[in-house]
């Protein structure tokens, strides 16, 4: 056994070091970009709601004043 130095691995896990390819990288910023395009269309979708539920809101107030009943 003289001569042979073999390095011990603590806590079972062995420090290899891992290489990450680039396609795998641009994979996953393919997916964050398209996420991120998911989420600016929703927001964009919700304004427009919120712009349309305010033109309600006052549309209903002069209904209501109207009606007398505001």
């Given at each position: 056994?003289?001569?042979?130095?073999?390095?011990?691995?603590?806590?079972?896990?062995?420090?290899?070091?891992?290489?990450?390819?680039?396609t795998?990288?641009?994979d996953?910023?393919?997916?964050?970009?398209?996420?991120?395009?998911?989420?600016?269309?929703?927001?964009?979708?919700?304004?427009?709601?919120?712009?349309?539920?305010?033109?309600?809101?006052?549309?209903?107030?002069?209904?209501?004043?109207?009606?007398?009943?505001?």
């Amino acid at each position: 056994m003289a001569g042979k130095a073999t390095p011990k691995v603590k806590n079972g896990v062995d420090k290899k070091e891992t290489a990450i390819s680039t396609t795998y990288i641009d994979d996953i910023l393919l997916r964050i970009e398209k996420a991120e395009n998911d989420i600016d269309g929703v927001l964009s979708a919700l304004d427009s709601t919120n712009e349309y539920l305010d033109e309600l809101g006052l549309r209903t107030k002069k209904v209501e004043s109207r009606l007398g009943l505001g």
